[in-house]
């Protein structure tokens, strides 16, 4: 099995304002960092001292793209000039990815919170055409993410069978994060392997790595404020078992250490990567 040809590659680390100055340094541009990810909303139409940091940024590593407010599964009718900026923002840096959450949040107003779209084939269809919709505008092909969610309200289909539903009928790409596969199969019980078997891997554009919290033995919940844990490696390498080596970013949204402890956990990305650079035959033989 083989996923898309990416725009980035190797490993990447979320852009935070906290990383700023210390990825300015010279020496972190060669630190062994293949991409950066930004959350578009928090940099569309900074101008100023700010703006010219980012863009001397932008001009020096490769960028990708995750949002936090498009909505794509909201009640609220799609925000297209919101659409038409971030595709100004998107052309301006020459960033080719746009990824986002299977989720909403917001109706009259953003309720700052990623809420779980109802699993239902009448949901399939309207998240669908919204998503079609917004790659219109963009000229781009966009990735929907398999979010973490804690409650499923008015379930008729699987997870599974919605993501797979969704991302067919939009035509569009998966962003797969291992950390939310993994929190999803605890707080849910299922086989997180399985899971893994189950998705449209060919539609892989790039992978999310993070930390979350053990609230109790069947509970985590999915924080990006801490480290790694085990388990999580262990999803993601199967992962690259499957498809091989896909570019990986690290989130890290708080809690965030000095960028040399960043740096380990990137050094740990690289190291799997390393051992599945392997040829295709030998890919499928894994899958």
Not at 96 to 119: K, R, V
Not at 143 to 167: D, K, M, T, W
Not at 208 to 229: I, N, P, Q
Request: negative net charge.
């Amino acid at each position: 099995m083989t996923a898309i040809t990416p725009h980035v590659q190797g490993a990447g680390l979320g852009l935070r304002r906290e990383l700023l100055t210390p990825l300015a340094d010279a020496e972190a541009s060669a630190s062994g960092i293949g991409f950066l990810e930004v959350a578009p909303e928090n940099w569309m139409g900074v101008g100023g001292r700010l703006g010219r940091k980012f863009r001397s940024f932008t001009e020096r590593f490769k960028f990708v793209t995750h949002g936090l407010s498009l909505s794509i599964g909201g009640p609220a009718p799609l925000d297209e000039d919101f659409v038409r900026g971030l595709k100004a923002f998107l052309d301006l840096h020459r960033i080719a990815d746009y990824t986002e959450h299977l989720t909403w949040c917001s109706d009259d107003g953003h309720l700052y919170d990623l809420m779980p779209i109802p699993f239902t084939d009448e949901a399939v269809e309207y998240v669908a055409a919204r998503v079609r919709r917004v790659q219109d505008i963009l000229e781009r092909r966009i990735a929907l993410e398999n979010a973490s969610y804690y409650a499923a309200p008015g379930q008729q289909l699987s997870e599974i069978e919605f993501i797979r539903a969704v991302i067919e009928r939009a035509d569009c790409d998966l962003l797969l994060d291992v950390n939310n596969l993994w929190v999803n199969s605890i707080n849910h019980r299922y086989d997180p392997d399985r899971f893994l078997d189950q998705l449209p891997l060919e539609r892989v554009r790039y992978v999310h790595v993070a930390g979350h919290y053990v609230e109790a033995e069947d509970l985590r919940v999915d924080t990006h404020g801490s480290d790694v844990v085990e388990p999580v490696w262990a999803l993601l390498e199967r992962t690259y078992a499957k498809l091989g080596p896909v570019p990986t970013l690290l989130e890290r949204d708080f809690n965030i250490p000095p960028l040399p402890e960043l740096m380990r956990e990137l050094d740990q990305i690289h190291h799997l990567q390393a051992r599945h650079r392997r040829d295709p035959q030998s890919r499928r033989a894994a899958a």
